[in-house]
Nanobody, 126 residues
Framework: QVQLVESGGGSVQAGGSLRLSCAAS????????MGWFRQAPGKEREFVAT????????KYADSVKGRFTISRGDANNNFYLQMNSLKPEDTAVYYC???????????????????WGQGTQVTVSS
């Protein structure tokens, strides 16, 4: 059974940092791209960052570029989102997701992901 479990969310003041983790099981996740998405209250879920199956390529939403870093763990069954210089507009539920196709380079569209975690809340206060 494929499972993705996020952790590391919480409340932080503007300018602070958080590191989100996604523990993956039930699949050879090292063969697939991974992504992070977020959904703020009253808004649609949006792309945040993605990393290719090899870890050699990353993409970011313009709103987080330069502040967030996506990475894969050594075992490749865990991946992370380091979030620095957090802003109140980063407040959202953050989801990790696994790519649909093997050896993917990472995509911004949600349709390219087949498995999703339950989400972890991030709240940034001003």
């Amino acid at each position: 059974q494929v499972q993705l479990v996020e952790s590391g969310g919480g409340s932080v003041q503007a300018g602070g940092s958080l590191r989100l983790s996604c523990a993956a099981s039930g699949r050879a996740f090292s063969d697939y791209s991974m992504g992070w998405f977020r959904q703020a209250p009253g808004k649609e879920r949006e792309f945040v960052a993605t990393i290719s199956w090899s870890g050699g390529s990353t993409k970011y939403a313009d709103s987080v570029k330069g502040r967030f870093t996506i990475s894969r763990g050594d075992a490749n069954n865990n991946f992370y989102l380091q979030m620095n210089s957090l802003k109140p507009e980063d407040t959202a539920v953050y989801y990790c997701a696994s790519g649909r196709q093997k050896y993917g380079l990472g995509a911004r569209n949600q349709e390219n992901y087949s498995y999703w975690g339950q989400g972890t809340q991030v709240t940034v206060s001003s």
